[in-house]
């Protein structure tokens, strides 16, 4: 009788483990559709099944950025998602009392994008004095995953980020939006692997070109280049 209790609790577990995992995987693909008959995925009204970013090969781009133990004294950060609890924040071991650390990020490398969990990219950011650049992207919690790839360097001489999850067609390119001589004003802008274009209506002023150019290179489609 208890062997079968446990059993079924497992099986439950099991199920659920696995509704979370497939509701996540579509999650990512906004306005798709999910053809059960045939088990493939399509994005509506453009490629299909194997064509799409969703089903190739991805490459390997290492992430670039690196984020060193800062040396500042741990501090208490209150929840913004849970009012009342605080977190212990340790720059230094760069450790935190959050799940996403416990779960994942004590897991991952010191040094490493996937250590940071949001408290740690929020003392990062404000007290570890990155590039303009880097912090916007550290802030932008909205667009932000802690495991995405994320490549950084300079093209055409301006800074660019460039960040993407696997199976997803929409790439993050942070670069700089006007080239005057003021203060650097760095925005977000968004490709679409699949369609080959910018999405919302904005591409980067001084640099699309070259940045087009070089996501072909790294997904070696001669398509995403203009
Ligand atoms: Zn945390």
Same mark, same amino acid.
């Given at each position: 009788?208890?062997?079968?209790?446990?059993?079924?609790?497992?099986?439950?577990?099991?199920?659920?483990?696995?509704?979370?995992?497939?509701?996540?995987?579509?999650?990512?693909?906004?306005?798709?559709?999910?053809?059960?008959?045939?088990?493939?995925?399509?994005?509506?009204?453009?490629?299909?099944?194997?064509?799409?970013?969703?089903?190739?090969?991805?490459?390997?781009?290492?992430?670039?950025?690196?984020?060193?133990?800062?040396?500042?004294?741990?501090?208490?950060?209150?929840?913004?998602?849970?009012?009342?609890?605080?977190?212990?924040?340790?720059?230094?071991?760069?450790?935190?009392?959050?799940?996403?650390?416990?779960?994942?990020?004590?897991?991952?490398?010191?040094?490493?994008?996937?250590?940071?969990?949001?408290?740690?990219?929020?003392?990062?950011?404000?007290? =570890?004095? !990155?590039?303009?650049?880097?912090?916007?992207?550290? %802030? @932008?919690? /909205?667009?932000? +995953? &802690?495991?995405?790839?994320?490549?950084?360097?300079?093209?055409?001489?301006?800074?660019?980020?460039?960040?993407?999850?696997?199976?997803?067609?929409?790439?993050?390119?942070?670069?700089?939006?006007?080239?005057?001589? =003021?203060? !650097?004003?760095?925005?977000?802008?968004?490709?679409? %692997? @699949?369609? /080959?274009?910018? +999405? &919302?209506?904005?591409?980067?002023?001084?640099?699309?070109?070259?940045?087009?150019?070089?996501?072909?290179?790294?997904?070696?489609?001669?398509?995403?280049?203009?």
């Amino acid at each position: 009788m208890l062997l079968a209790m446990l059993s079924l609790v497992t099986m439950g577990i099991v199920i659920s483990l696995l509704a979370y995992y497939l509701g996540d995987r579509f999650a990512r693909f906004p306005g798709g559709e999910w053809d059960g008959g045939h088990g493939e995925f399509t994005t509506s009204g453009r490629l299909s099944s194997a064509d799409s970013w969703a089903n190739r090969a991805w490459p390997a781009i290492r992430d670039r950025v690196q984020f060193p133990p800062l040396y500042l004294p741990a501090q208490q950060v209150a929840s913004r998602l849970n009012p009342g609890k605080v977190y212990l924040v340790d720059p230094a071991n760069l450790s935190c009392t959050c799940n996403y650390f416990l779960i994942r990020g004590a897991r991952a490398a010191i040094g490493s994008k996937e250590r940071l969990c949001r408290h740690l990219r929020n003392v990062y950011a404000s007290q =570890g004095n !990155p590039s303009a650049l880097i912090r916007m992207v550290l %802030l @932008d919690d /909205a667009h932000y +995953g &802690e495991t995405d790839q994320l490549w950084s360097g300079e093209v055409d001489g301006i800074p660019v980020v460039i960040a993407w999850r696997e199976g997803d067609p929409w790439v993050a390119v942070y670069t700089r939006a006007s080239i005057t001589n =003021g203060e !650097p004003d760095f925005q977000r802008y968004v490709f679409h %692997l @699949d369609n /080959a274009a910018w +999405g &919302e209506g904005r591409i980067p002023r001084a640099n699309a070109q070259s940045i087009r150019q070089m996501l072909a290179d790294w997904f070696a489609d001669p398509h995403l280049a203009a």
